[in-house]
């Protein structure tokens, strides 16, 4: 090889080399920002948790803040958890990604609750075990595992954690048979209650997607839209299990429930009184691009001929029958 090109090598490899050393300094620089952004988002949830911690507000809606929820669902659970009394501070969640959002994240930091949570794949895994999430997982009592959530498995999922029957929270959300998995839930009896409905259900029908034990969203119907239960199934399920809706979060997702024997002076709504319509225009085409539909109608319209399961009548109607769509 000449000299000239043992020259154009060793610059090359010395480009590579300096290239390295900076990519990972900056990676350590933005790592120590991402730390630190963390840090003051809790600091400041810390202040919003105690300053909501002696206030009664008549609605729910009035006591959210965001730290490491999708909404608002952090200060809700604060608020929650300082109006009743929690015997043992346990939460199973069902459904939380990649866990970098997450509704019970937030209460696990703060208040260092132990934590058991589900999803399927290992996305939420990887990130415990990654340097953004390690932190979390040696600092805290937390247990996840990778499972599809079924009727059928829910509750050996549930004993296979070792929990009492009486732990302090459940949440569920895994985009698409949450009433049926809330339903088969026999194992244990948590005080708080958080689950997703869909809005564009509305608040008068006791309806659902019919249960399928491989139900997924996107698979189901292109548009994404086709997936849950309404408010109103819901609430009819928490009268069965003994529990009181309290209130939606102001962007119409989750619904939240109290066990009536510590609701104490909470509210008691019913789901006409408590729906919030959602303005989330997250709809999508075949080619799985946005379509930012706002009416909930005209999404009605795009799953029309699909089925839903009236559970005051036990029996399957079309969507389009329903709600008397054109």
């Known amino acids: 090889m000449s000299f000239m090109n043992k020259w154009k090598e060793f610059i090359k490899k010395l480009r590579a080399k300096i290239r390295h050393i900076a990519i990972g300094h900056l990676s350590l620089e ?5 730390r630190n952004l963390e840090s003051i988002r809790l600091a400041i949830g810390k202040h919003e948790s105690r300053s909501i911690k002696n206030i009664i507000y008549p609605t729910i809606q009035e006591a959210e803040f965001k730290v490491f929820s999708q909404f608002g669902e952090d200060g809700i659970i604060q608020y929650l958890i300082h109006k009743i ?3 043992n501070k346990i939460f199973i969640e ?5 866990y970098s959002e997450s509704n019970t994240r937030f209460l696990l930091m703060n208040n260092n609750w132990q934590e058991k949570i589900v999803n399927c794949g290992t996305e939420h895994i990887d990130y415990l075990r990654s340097d953004k999430g390690k932190e979390i997982y040696y600092k805290h009592d937390i247990h996840a595992i990778s499972a599809f959530i079924t009727r059928e498995n829910i509750n050996k999922i549930i004993k296979d954690f070792h929990v009492p029957e ?3 929270l459940l949440s569920i959300d895994i985009d698409g048979v949450d009433y049926w998995i809330w339903d088969a839930i026999t194992t244990i009896s948590p005080r708080i209650v958080i689950i997703e409905y869909n809005s564009h259900f509305g608040p008068d029908y006791a309806i659902t997607v019919p249960y399928k034990k491989t139900f997924d969203r996107m698979h189901e119907h292109y548009s994404g839209l086709y997936f849950g239960t309404s408010l109103a199934a819901l609430c009819l ?6 529990y009181q809706f309290v209130g939606s979060n102001s962007s119409g997702v989750n619904a939240f429930f109290v066990r009536k024997d510590v609701a104490g002076k909470l509210p008691k709504l019913t789901a006409k009184k408590g729906y919030i319509k959602s303005t989330h225009r997250d709809s999508q085409d075949e080619n799985g691009n946005f379509t930012y539909i706002n009416s909930h109608r005209e999404r009605l319209k795009l799953i029309a001929n699909k089925n839903v399961f009236d559970l005051q009548k036990s029996t399957l109607i079309s969507i389009r029958k329903l709600f008397q769509l054109s």
């Open 30 to 34: 933005h790592q120590d920002i991402q």
């Open 166 to 168: 009486d732990i302090g």
């Open 237 to 242: 399920l928490a009268k069965q299990k003994g």
């Open 85 to 87: 009394t929690v015997s």
């Open 94 to 98: 069902l459904g939380v990604g990649d």
